[in-house]
């Protein structure tokens, strides 16, 4: 049995005809198999079928080849240049405190103002240079790593860290190389750990 009113159909019709044009009315029967959540393959009030609006594919084309992650070509200009920008900061930060404290005993004054800046210049300067040498070897090490061994995984990303520890610290003797490298290997194989983090958590098994 229908509950509607009478004169309600016509009363729609006639607003939606006033308006542009009636929108088809559909009845109890006809929207009870509708679901409530999630969307239905065909929809009653619309004329596109949602199916076409589910993107199930990627967005962007690949090259044939090509990854989907950047290589450490790619990465390696960023990875200097924000080791850069990074050791200018530290640099900057580090220069404006051993101004302050080598200039407490002096007025403010010009003199004080140019040893300050002079300081925050040596400093951001040589911060800078530093990790950025750093990254420069750690990248090259391991573009070449990942060439000569045609696989990506953090093997090349230890062997890069200890080899760039190795080589930086290569003018301060065997215990300079031996102190370079294991602190390369350290880093770096914290980088690994924590890049891997979330699989190893996943596959360790809970207890109760």
């Known amino acids: 049995m229908d509950n509607n009113p009478p004169g309600s159909n016509g009363f729609k019709g006639g607003m939606g005809g006033l308006f542009g044009g009636g929108a088809p009315e559909y009845s109890n029967t006809e929207l009870a198999g509708v679901p409530l959540t999630g969307?239905?393959?065909?929809?009653?009030?619309l004329n596109v079928d949602p199916r076409y609006l589910v993107?199930?594919?990627?967005?962007?084309?690949?090259?044939?080849?090509?990854?989907?992650?950047?290589?450490?070509?790619?990465?390696?200009?960023f990875t200097i240049g924000g080791c850069c920008?990074?050791?200018?900061?530290?640099?900057?930060?580090?220069?404006l405190r051993m101004g302050l404290r080598e200039t407490r005993d002096m007025a403010w004054s010009k003199p004080r103002n140019?040893?300050?800046?002079?300081?925050?210049t040596r400093q951001g300067a040589s911060w800078a240079n530093t990790l950025g040498s750093v990254a420069l070897l750690y990248s090259v090490f391991g573009v070449a790593i990942e060439k000569a061994r045609g696989a990506e995984d953090d093997i090349n990303t230890i062997a890069a860290g200890t080899l760039t520890g190795m080589l930086f610290k290569s003018s301060s003797g065997l215990k300079g190389v031996a102190r370079g490298g294991l602190a390369g290997l350290a880093l770096s194989g914290l980088y690994a750990l924590y890049n891997n983090w979330d699989h190893l958590k996943g596959s360790t098994p809970t207890r109760y």
């Open 39 to 45: 969307m239905s393959p065909l929809s009653p009030y």
């Open 55 to 77: 993107q199930d594919s990627e967005e962007f084309i690949l090259p044939m080849g090509a990854s989907k992650t950047r290589g450490r070509f790619e990465l390696a200009f």
């Open 114 to 120: 140019v040893q300050i800046l002079n300081l925050i």
């Open 85 to 95: 920008i990074t050791g200018a900061a530290f640099g900057t930060v580090n220069g």
